[in-house]
């Protein structure tokens, strides 16, 4: 368990509104996303108590206002279970650590993992007695700093509007299903443009750099035109710095998120080539070194 001397602080023990609907909220995963997702839930009033393997990770948080310990296990009873680890395996093994103590709570599902991999999380925490909500979030650390992510949730209405208050904390709730699975089948096609979008908008610049032109000229007259998107007008500039701009969501973030997009097209027999030929990319730079580099960096596998 977690150290005695701590505890969650109350509204009876800090003078806190008792008639607002605060909560004690775990935060799993306090990453590039998750520390700004943790740090507007605690901000919105509520208790967080981050949990992260990695040191620097729970540094950052602490320097934020949020404590936070290395293991599941060493937790104190909450409410809410908030999910950002990165990848399904991550996923199964929180899962696995947690059940003993999971009775009772709410597991707030956030992280890009899959629609297989949630449901099978969901089976094993309903079978423990959580009710679990499939939530994962689009809009990158920009928007998880000020509140204003997506967030795509699927399951029992009553469990969602619990947990309102918490989620509202970091952005704008559309509720798209009672069935979980639903949501991370919808940021399977968020990833899907994703991947596809950030890959051809380096396609994109190299091109222009072949032809003769700077990049740097022809991106702000095209990104405001109709071939502009999202990703071009966010990861272009990104693009044309050098290899150690500062990291927003790195190469190896987009091997395994357009990996799980290709798993869930061929376990449903759909075609999508484009997207083939963005995980290529992926995997192209992350072989090349470049797998803990900001993603704007699949750029440079054309430049090899």
Same mark, same amino acid.
């Given at each position: ?57 729970? @540094?950052? %948080? ?8 290395? +293991? ?35 597991? &707030? ?25 499939? $939530? ?5 650390? %920009? ?13 029992? $209405?009553?469990?969602?509007?619990? &947990?309102?208050?918490? =989620? ?6 559309? &509720? ?11 940021? &399977?096609?968020? @990833? ?14 190299? =091109? ?15 990104? %405001?035109?109709? $071939? ?28 395994? !998120? ?7 097209? %061929? ?8 997207? +083939? ?6 995997? $192209? ?8 580099? !900001? ?10």
């Amino acid at each position: 368990m977690a150290s005695p001397r701590w505890r969650w602080l109350t509204p009876s023990n800090t003078g806190w509104d008792n008639r607002r609907n605060y909560m004690n909220v775990i935060f799993v995963g306090l990453g590039a996303i998750g520390l700004p997702m943790a740090v507007q839930i605690h901000q919105a009033g509520h208790r967080v108590l981050g949990v992260d393997i990695a040191q620097a990770s729970r @540094q950052r %948080a602490l320097q934020q206002g949020i404590e936070a310990v290395e +293991q599941f296990s060493q937790t104190v009873a909450a409410e809410v279970v908030i999910v950002m680890v990165a990848t399904p395996n991550q996923l199964e093994t929180l899962v696995s650590e947690a059940l003993p103590q999971v009775s009772g709570q709410y597991w &707030v599902i956030m992280s890009t993992v899959g629609p297989e991999a949630v449901k099978l999380a969901h089976t094993r925490l309903q079978q423990a007695g959580a009710t679990v909500i499939d $939530a994962p979030v689009t809009g990158g650390t %920009a928007r998880a700093s000020t509140g204003e992510l997506v967030i795509f949730a699927a399951g029992d $209405a009553q469990a969602i509007s619990h &947990v309102e208050s918490v =989620l509202n904390a970091m952005g704008t709730i559309s &509720v798209i299903s009672n069935q979980v699975g639903a949501g991370q089948s919808i940021k &399977v096609i968020n @990833q899907h443009l994703c991947s596809v979008h950030i890959v051809a908008a380096a396609e994109a610049l190299n =091109l222009a750099a072949t032809l003769g032109l700077d990049p740097a000229q022809v991106l702000p007259l095209i990104k %405001a035109g109709a $071939a502009g998107s999202w990703m071009l007008s966010d990861r272009g500039p990104r693009m044309l710095q050098a290899t150690d701009v500062e990291v927003s969501s790195a190469i190896n973030i987009f091997v395994k !998120d357009s990996g799980l997009v290709s798993e869930a097209a %061929a376990a449903h027999h759909a075609e999508v080539p484009l997207l +083939q030929v963005a995980h290529a990319r992926f995997l $192209a730079a992350a072989q090349a070194g470049l797998g803990l580099r !900001d993603d704007s960096r699949v750029i440079e596998t054309w430049q090899q």
